[in-house]
């Protein structure tokens, strides 16, 4: 079963507006969270990552956040560009070793 | 330039006739590992290896070989596939030196597999 959910397949926002992409888990052992975007016929890039000891880490115009007690996390891209459109992975840890991957979002951003 | 190499890219093959896919990063990456995409599930990790001859199963890893003898090189040996093991896969690498090194995984393009 997966421990990682991304529930929405899709999202499609205007330029310059707010992206909010959703990442659900279900391992309370997960301690660590990672945000991958992948491009077609590339394969994935780290974006960004938080720490179970985090509520909150920024990066430039990507802020995710974790909400540990609602096990939660979401992944803010502000303001959102065309080149922002990707399909979006999170990712979850407990011991960096092994990873379980959600099943992704796929980001358009409209000019 | 930092890369994860994978080859071949596209591969068409048979039911049960033996594959190898190829991965090799030049970063001195200590930590690898294969993952496959499928629609609907995401990436599932198949096996991973901590250091030169310590290899470990992810979660999905029946069906699968890996051996790791050199540090640059993955390789991901299919010894009988079947048509569920088409689809996309991908190796990946990382530093696991540093804080912050461990977090982060670099891909290979991917091999899009096909059995018949």
């Known amino acids: 079963d997966q421990q990682v959910k991304q529930n929405s397949p899709s999202l499609s926002v205007q330029e310059g507006r707010i992206s909010i992409l959703n990442c659900d888990y279900t391992?309370?052992?997960?301690?660590?969270f990672l945000w991958y975007k992948k491009y077609p016929a590339e394969g994935p890039t780290f974006l960004i990552s938080?720490?179970?000891?985090?509520d909150k880490n920024e990066d430039g115009r990507f802020t995710v956040f974790l909400n540990k007690s609602a096990k939660h996390l979401s992944l803010h891209i502000v303001p959102s560009q065309p080149g922002d459109s990707a399909v979006y992975f999170c990712?979850?840890?407990?011991?960096?070793?092994?990873?379980?991957f959600g099943s992704g979002t796929k980001l358009n951003v409209k000019p | 330039e930092a890369q994860v190499t994978q080859n071949p890219r596209y591969l068409i093959t048979v039911t049960g006739k033996k594959l190898t896919v190829t991965c090799s990063q030049n970063?001195?990456?200590?930590?690898m590992s294969w993952y496959r995409q499928d629609p609907g599930l995401g990436l599932r990790q198949i096996y991973y290896?901590?250091?030169?001859?310590?290899?470990d199963k992810g979660d999905v890893p029946e069906g699968y070989k890996v051996s790791r003898k050199e540090k640059r090189n993955f390789p991901l040996i299919l010894e009988s596939p079947s048509p569920n093991q088409t689809s996309l896969y991908f190796c990946?690498?990382?530093?696991?030196?540093?804080?912050?090194?461990?977090?982060?995984?670099?891909f290979g393009a991917g091999t899009r597999l096909s059995v018949l």
């Open positions: 990946a690498s990382s530093s696991r030196t540093g804080v912050l090194a461990k977090n982060i995984q670099y």
């Open positions: 391992n309370s052992m997960f301690d660590y």
């Open positions: 938080i720490s179970s000891i985090k």
């Open positions: 990712a979850a840890s407990a011991d960096f070793n092994k990873f379980d």
């Open positions: 970063m001195n990456h200590e930590y």
């Open positions: 290896s901590m250091n030169v001859e310590v290899t």
